[in-house]
Each structure stands twice: as structure tokens, then as C-alpha cells.
């Protein structure tokens, strides 16, 4: 039930372009993007919906597949504050009682 | 800044001993989430507050237990703590309870169990 995230580890050189998936084994309704730096809180990035609206406020860019249940984040010319892990998560359960559940993260490494 | 802040953010614990986190939500906020993370894992649902009122729950045993405020602060107690135990706590804002909004997380409590 777990997102699956790919790959695990990205390592670019600033400028470069970088492309983040997350897929689940069941039907997808919104994935949720997150970016945790290292000893710091996750911090939102952006929320795609069934139907393709988008929530967000960076300058990252998503696709959100509901046939292959799968989102990809796109992340181009990177910069060296966009370096973190990376975290998309899936709504599980019903009403009340619906939750995120994460994958295990994308590591990404921006170096000059 | 998120305006969620988590006290205390270190400390240590011994096995057995119990343990309570506290999150101050960010203003209008009605809805606190509370995360479990391990070392390089993501975070694990432990439960959600909404309205002073336990509101979904994670796989997580009976030992861990929360409550919330008038206020919409929040508290997460860990009795009889376990080596497992040990991991950064984070808790989440948002307003209401369908995870179709931003979360606003703080920035963790970080137990060790030793």
C-alpha cells in the first residue's frame, strides 16, 4: 500500500534536470509532494488531484497519471537549494478516517 | 518558518519510560497529524486530532496515544518505550481532516530510547 518511490538517490550538477516517480499498487485520487533538507521539517511542494487540478507554490512542475497510478516530478535546471529528499504521499482509507501514506524517499544531491 | 512548533526537540529516554511530545498548530488550524520517522524511512501515520476528537489511526499499538486542545495544540504520549521507539516525531497542521490540503509540519522531536 506503500507508495514506491524511484529511484532511491539522484546525484546532478547544478543546472541539471531531474525526474522523480512515485507509483502505487492502488488507484490514485491526489499524490502529495513534499521536500525534507536534512534535519529540517518536510515542506510542502505541491498537490496534484484526480482530474488534473495542481496546488502549488514552487517552481516544480508534476504529472499525475491515474491510469498508471503514478506522478512524476520534474525538476529542471536544477539549483542547489532544491538538494533534500523528496517524498510523495497517497490518501489511504475512507472519509474520516482517510491518511497519507509515504513512500520512502528520494534523496537528491545538487552539487555546483 | 510553518508556525507548527514541536517541543522538546531532543531527548532521551530510557526502555520503560514514557514520554509525551507537544505541537502548537499553526494559527486557524483545526487538524493535527502525528508522524513517525525512522532514519531514512518516510513518515509513518500514528494518528490524527481534529476538533479534540481522535480521527483516524496508524498501525500504531495502544501504548502511543494523544489528545488535543481547545486550542488545537497537541500532545503524543509513549508508554513503556522501546529501543524501536526511538525516532523523529513530527506533527502537521492543516485545516480539516481530508488529506487534500497542505500540511504544515514542525520541525520534530528527536527520541532516542536507550
Known amino acids: 500500500q506503500q507508495p514506491v518511490q524511484s529511484p532511491q538517490a539522484v546525484i546532478l550538477r547544478e543546472g541539471e534536470d531531474a525526474v522523480i516517480n512515485c507509483s502505487s499498487s492502488?488507484?490514485?485520487?491526489?499524490v502529495h509532494w513534499y521536500r525534507q533538507k536534512h534535519g529540517e521539517a518536510p515542506v510542502f511542494l505541491m498537490i496534484?488531484?484526480?482530474g488534473g487540478e495542481q496546488k502549488g507554490h514552487e517552481k516544480i512542475s508534476a504529472s499525475f497519471n491515474e491510469k498508471k497510478q503514478q506522478s512524476s516530478l520534474y525538476l529542471t535546471a536544477s539549483q542547489l537549494s532544491y538538494s533534500g529528499t523528496y517524498f510523495c504521499g497517497t490518501p489511504l482509507g475512507a472519509g474520516n478516517n482517510r491518511k497519507l501514506i509515504w513512500g520512502l524517499g528520494t534523496s537528491l544531491a545538487v552539487n555546483p | 518558518e510553518t508556525g507548527v512548533t514541536q517541543s522538546p526537540t531532543h531527548l532521551i529516554k530510557t526502555r520503560g519510560q514514557q514520554v509525551t511530545l507537544r505541537c502548537s498548530s499553526q494559527s486557524g488550524h483545526n487538524t493535527v497529524s502525528w508522524y513517525q520517522q525512522a532514519l531514512g524511512q518516510g513518515p509513518q501515520f500514528i494518528f490524527q486530532?481534529?476538533?479534540?476528537?481522535?480521527?483516524g489511526r496508524g498501525n500504531f499499538p495502544p501504548r502511543f496515544s494523544g489528545l488535543q486542545f481547545p486550542n488545537y495544540s497537541s500532545e503524543l504520549n509513549v508508554n513503556a518505550l522501546e529501543l524501536d521507539d526511538s525516532a523523529l516525531y513530527l506533527c502537521?497542521?492543516?485545516?480539516?481532516?481530508?488529506?487534500?490540503?497542505?500540511?504544515?509540519f514542525g520541525e520534530g522531536s528527536r527520541l532516542t530510547v536507550l
Open positions: 486530532y481534529y476538533r479534540e476528537e481522535e480521527n
Open positions: 492502488k488507484a490514485l485520487y491526489s
Open positions: 502537521a497542521s492543516s485545516l480539516g481532516v481530508s488529506p487534500t490540503g497542505e500540511l504544515f
Open positions: 496534484l488531484l484526480k
